[in-house]
Structure formats: C-alpha cells, structure tokens
C-alpha cells in the first residue's frame, strides 16, 4: 500500500526558531504541468526565517504555512502534460514554498538536473540563490562581459553564487564580508577585492578603485547612499532585501547627472513562465561551469529535517559562510 502522509517542517504560528514543528501531512498530487518530487535535500535561506517570523506570507498556491524554497531529489510522478520531466530524475527546484517536506510538487519548468558530480545537498543549495542572482544580476542589470560588480554579504548563499557567475561570465567582481576569514573565503572564489566592512568603509575603497557598474545589496537602509555613490556613469544598484532597514534618504541629483537605475526585486511570487525563463538561461550559461567545477557549491553545513530550528538559529547567527541544507534521510 502507497504512503498516503509525509513528515514536514510546519509554522503553526510565528515565533523563534523553537516555533518549528515536525508534523505528518498528506503528500501532495501534481498538477498537470507538476513534477512531484521526493525530496532529498532542502536548502535553507534568509526568506524562511522572515516568514518564519511571520513577515513573508506565502504566495497564493504555496503551502501556507511549510516553508522551504528549494530543494533536490527524485521525481515519482509526473502530470498529464509534462513531457520534457519522467520519474526517476534527479533534479532540483526552485518553489513558492514546502520544501522543508518529504515530497513537493512544483511546476515542471522550475526544475532542472542536478549538475553531474554533485550530491543532492550541493544540488538543493542552487536554485534559490542561482534563480535569483540570474534574475537581478544579468536580467535586471543586464551585466555585460567586462564589467565590474559589488556585492554585499560575499559569503551568503547568494555571494557565494553571485561572486563565482560573475567572475565565470567575464567580469570584475568586490565584494564584503564581516570577517577575515570571510574576506578569505571571497577571494578564493573570485572576488578582487573583499572588504571587511566592520574595520573598512566599502566606499572609500570602491571609489579609490574607479567605482563599479552595478551593485547587488541586500541590506538596504544607509548602504542606498553609500552604494550610489560607488556607481560609475550608467551604473545600476538592484536591491533584493532590506536587512537593515526598508527607507533610504538618496541624493536624486546624482541619479540624474550619472544616469543612474536604482532598481529591485521579488522572485518568490512571479509566475511559473517567468522562472522557466531563468532556468533555460541558468541550464544553457551556468550549469556547464557547475559540471566542469569552474564553479563550486560551499555547503557550510547540514541538519536532519527535523533539526530545522538548529539550522534556522545558525543562519540568525550569520556564522556560516555558504549554504545550510536539510537532508530528509
């Protein structure tokens, strides 16, 4: 007889990490043009501590209250109109949300193989950051080969992502980082420069180096300012969080006698088309480098499912310097 229920990672109402709870539900159906997937590995990341503490609300369709954004595993069915996907596939996924679960379904364009050589861990830990680096970095910035590139928070999941994709499609890329042995870890993935910013001013040293084309931040707050004023002519600031705080005062000014774009964005709750766009561009461009090991996967620790409050309490302590994953088995 088929398992009919699965373990999974559920909020039953905002709080810390304690809130986590480890309950049985009901495995979901796909729907035509959905994979369900068995999941292996579920990777861990800033959004699901922000919805964890009720602020991130899932999208319509997501489960409401499982969070997980991406995962790896095994297909075990298919829906009536997916043709590309079969059981038995290895892949991983970007979701709207559920994948600190047993299975998931997700639409089948979000998926894409895992990259041969790499474990499942490794695999789970790339399409949150990966979708999301594509999406703002070459997308909405439209980088170009020869450009250089500031990136903030150099050793989180999307830094480390970010620094390597950079580097591997021709550009220049600084970052920051907390630490000297985050500093460390910038620059054995790419980065020219890895400030510390606890003990350098970011922007100093950006300037003395002639300014960069575009910015990625996610800390929002007085880094807006400091950020436009790193940018050279055309240059392009894209936010993707606010970690230190949601309102800026900026100099409208230098936005204009510099023709600058000062941009953002949102992956979580754009439609299933919109994100197999990013996957064709990540299969075609990204994945090759994953494989060849030009790029490499930093996994900096894992946790059993039902361990999730502890890798939620090691992502708060900003300690980690790579992806933190849940393993199901």
Known sequence: MLATEMNAIVIPEPGGPDALRLESREIP?????????????????????????GKYPAPDGAPPDIPGLEV????????ADVTHCQPGDKVCALLAGGGYAEYVV????????????????????LPETYFTVWSNIFDRADFTPGESVLIHGGTSGIGVAAIQMVRAMGGK???????????????ELGAELAINYKEEDFETLVRDKGGVDVILDMVGGEYTAKNLNCLKEDGRLVIIN??????AEVDLMRIMVKRLVLT??????????FKGRIARNLRKYIW????DKSIRQVVYATFSLKDASYAH????????????VLLTE
């Open 29 to 53: 159906e796909p729907g035509d043009n959905e994979v369900r997937i068995r999941v292996i590995a579920a990777g861990v990341n800033r959004p699901d501590i922000i919805q964890r503490n």
């Open 72 to 79: 790896a595993g095994f297909i075990d069915q298919c829906g």
């Open 106 to 125: 997700v639409p089948a364009e979000q998926c894409l193989p895992v990259p041969d050589g790499l474990s499942f861990a490794e695999a789970a830990s």
């Open 173 to 187: 890329v600084y970052s920051t980082s907390g630490s000297p042995e985050k500093c460390k870890l910038c620059e």
């Open 242 to 247: 606010a970690m230190e705080g949601r309102f």
């Open 264 to 273: 953002g964005s949102t992956l979580r709750a754009r439609d299933p088309a």
């Open 288 to 291: 090759p480098f994953l494989e």
């Open 313 to 324: 309490r090691l992502m708060e302590s900003g300690e980690h310097m790579g992806k933190i």
